[in-house]
């Protein structure tokens, strides 16, 4: 099979969508070739993983304008930030959510490199979704920016996740190697199964206490699909506490109980190891002592990532 142009290539495995659409796409940095933004007219090898986030036919790609919205900061210097995450903030733009994002927080925040003014994901490297709260990273720099994506194309990021569900695991500490793909029956929604096309996809998940039915968990994602956290808790039996989407039925709980803990790096200038934590939300640590678990304790005993 011969190289083939990365448009060409979309509309021909998409024949419902048309090039212009795409076009739109690729312009607004929603397809990647092995983790990285390419031009329209870049050529795909056979080999090459393209992935895809599909928007709605009338999506915004117009100029992005900064936002004048505080951020957590953790980590700072002139090449990258690492930002805490409220939950409720989308990261970028995209179809119902075209204001008050993290990336134009950013954009009001400090100066980010880029190569196309129309992007609407400058300096982001990788995602959490809008209820997910916790540690972020982007770059300030696009040479910054392609040296992480390569570092996370490669699994080197480290990543844990805290994470409240219902059920319990099977076993205190125990793995998830289960393809992820979108739902047949539900395009909104992803699936962890054997029997669908999928990408591979693996979770790790220790169990750190158990109480009325609610279990307080680590993960960690050694890749980095849409959902995958979710819908590996959900083969496994459990559903992320709040996570309406996927089945939990307390209608208590705002959003999902996800939070993005721990992260550690190399610096892709410094060449040094960048290890970091974020403290959790409020309605997080309030929902921990409603069911009796003890951050402290809990965690203590856990090594920061390696």
């Known amino acids: 099979m011969t190289r083939t142009r990365l448009d060409i290539w979309l509309t021909e495995h998409y024949p419902s969508y048309s090039r212009s659409y795409f076009h739109r796409l690729i312009q607004g940095g ?20 393209v992935e895809v ?19 957590h900061v953790v980590y700072e210097d002139e090449f990258l930030i690492v930002v805490n995450k409220p939950a409720g903030m989308v990261v970028h733009p995209g179809p119902g959510h075209y204001q008050d994002t993290f990336v134009q927080a950013l954009l009001h925040h400090c100066v980010i490199e880029r190569d196309d003014p129309l992007s609407v994901r400058p300096g982001i ?24 994506c390569e570092q996370f194309s490669k699994r080197e990021i480290k990543k844990e996740y805290i994470l409240l569900a219902s059920g319990r695991l ?46 307080f968990i680590s993960a960690f994602p050694v890749t980095g699909r849409q959902h995958q956290i979710r819908v590996h808790l959900r083969f496994l039996g459990l559903c992320l506490l709040g996570d309406k989407l996927y089945g939990s039925q307390d209608k208590n709980v705002q959003r999902h109980m996800l939070h993005a803990f721990r992260l550690s790096f190399l610096h892709p200038i410094h060449k040094t ?21 003890n951050l402290e304790s809990s965690l203590r005993v856990r090594e920061a990532l390696g």
């Open 273 to 293: 190891k960048i290890a970091l934590e974020s403290p959790l939300a409020e309605d997080f640590c309030i929902l921990c002592s409603r069911y009796g678990f």
């Open 30 to 49: 929603s397809v990647r070739v092995n983790g990285r933004q390419e031009k329209k007219s870049s050529f795909v090898n056979p080999e090459d993983l």
């Open 170 to 215: 099977r076993t205190p500490n125990c793995s998830v190697e289960v393809p992820v793909g979108r739902d047949p029956k539900d395009r909104k929604k992803m699936k962890a199964s054997l029997e669908i096309h999928g990408r591979s996809a693996f979770t790790r998940f220790v169990e750190h206490d158990f109480s009325n039915s609610i279990s």
């Open 53 to 71: 986030e599909f928007l709605s036919e009338n999506f915004d790609i117009s100029p992005l304008l900064p936002s004048t919205i505080s951020l």
């Open 125 to 148: 490297v990788h995602r959490l979704d809008r209820e997910t709260s916790g540690l972020i990273i982007a770059a300030k720099t696009i040479q910054v920016q392609k040296a992480l």
